[in-house]
C-alpha cells in the first residue's frame, strides 16, 4: 500500500471512530431529565416547532417549562413547543484531537522509507495544523442533543379498492 493511500485509511478510520462516539449520545425527552443536565447561564441551542434556531444562557426548569435569557428579557419554553435542544460548547477539544491527529499522521509518514525532498515541511507542519483545522470545523459541526421532543406516533387510515380485492391499508409510525 503507498503512503499516501495507507494515511487515507489511518484518517477515516480516526474520522469515523470519532463520529461513532458522538452519535452515540442519546438526548432526554422531558424537560425533568434535562435539568440535571444544565448550569445556570450555560449556552444552549433551542430549536423550536417551527425550526427557527436560538443560542441562549439557560436560567431554569420550572415543571415544564424552560427559562432562558434572550436581550436582556427571558424566554418561556414548553415542552410541547421546543423540538430540541443542544449544548453549545467551545471547538477547542476538536482542534486538539484534530491537530494530535495530524501529527499521528506526520509520524507515519516520516517513517516512510521513499521520503522525498522538503516533505518534513508537509509532515512536521502541514499535516498537524491542516489536522486541527479539520477537527474545529468538525467540532463547530456538532453540537451534543440534550433534549429531543417525544416523537409523535401517527396512524393513517385509507381504503384498498381493486377488481378481485378490497380492503383497508393502516399504516403506523413511531
Same mark, same amino acid.
Given at each position: 500500500?503507498?503512503?499516501?493511500?495507507?494515511?487515507?485509511?489511518?484518517? /477515516?478510520?480516526?474520522?469515523?471512530?470519532?463520529?461513532?462516539?458522538?452519535?452515540?449520545?442519546?438526548?432526554?425527552? !422531558?424537560?425533568? *431529565?434535562? @435539568?440535571?443536565?444544565?448550569?445556570?447561564?450555560?449556552?444552549?441551542?433551542?430549536? *423550536?416547532?417551527?425550526?427557527?434556531?436560538?443560542?441562549?444562557?439557560?436560567?431554569?426548569? &420550572? +415543571?415544564?417549562?424552560?427559562?432562558? /435569557?434572550?436581550?436582556?428579557?427571558?424566554?418561556?419554553?414548553?415542552?410541547? !413547543?421546543?423540538?430540541?435542544?443542544?449544548? %453549545?460548547?467551545?471547538?477547542?477539544? +476538536? !482542534?486538539?484531537?484534530? /491537530?494530535?491527529?495530524?501529527?499521528?499522521?506526520?509520524?507515519?509518514?516520516?517513517?516512510?522509507? %521513499?521520503?522525498? @525532498?522538503?516533505?518534513? $515541511?508537509? *509532515? +512536521?507542519?502541514?499535516?498537524?495544523?491542516? +489536522? #486541527?483545522?479539520?477537527?474545529?470545523?468538525?467540532?463547530?459541526?456538532?453540537?451534543? !442533543?440534550?433534549?429531543? #421532543?417525544?416523537?409523535?406516533? &401517527?396512524?393513517?387510515?385509507?381504503?384498498?379498492? /381493486?377488481?378481485?380485492?378490497?380492503? $383497508?391499508?393502516?399504516?403506523?409510525?413511531?
Amino acid at each position: 500500500m503507498s503512503r499516501p493511500s495507507a494515511i487515507g485509511v489511518v484518517a /477515516g478510520a480516526i474520522f469515523l471512530s470519532v463520529l461513532r462516539v458522538a452519535a452515540a449520545q442519546t438526548p432526554v425527552h !422531558t424537560f425533568a *431529565d434535562l @435539568e440535571p443536565l444544565l448550569k445556570p447561564k450555560q449556552t444552549i441551542i433551542v430549536t *423550536d416547532g417551527k425550526g427557527e434556531k436560538i443560542s441562549v444562557p439557560y436560567l431554569s426548569i &420550572r +415543571g415544564a417549562e424552560l427559562e432562558v /435569557g434572550y436581550k436582556k428579557q427571558q424566554l418561556v419554553f414548553t415542552e410541547s !413547543t421546543v423540538r430540541r435542544i443542544q449544548k %453549545n460548547d467551545t471547538n477547542f477539544d +476538536g !482542534t486538539l484531537i484534530g /491537530g494530535a491527529i495530524g501529527i499521528v499522521l506526520g509520524v507515519i509518514s516520516s517513517k516512510s522509507a %521513499n521520503q522525498i @525532498e522538503g516533505e518534513e $515541511i508537509l *509532515d +512536521g507542519v502541514v499535516l498537524p495544523l491542516g +489536522g #486541527a483545522y479539520l477537527g474545529n470545523l468538525v467540532d463547530s459541526l456538532m453540537h451534543k !442533543t440534550l433534549f429531543m #421532543a417525544a416523537p409523535k406516533s &401517527r396512524v393513517a387510515v385509507a381504503p384498498l379498492a /381493486g377488481r378481485a380485492r378490497a380492503g $383497508i391499508a393502516v399504516m403506523i409510525r413511531y
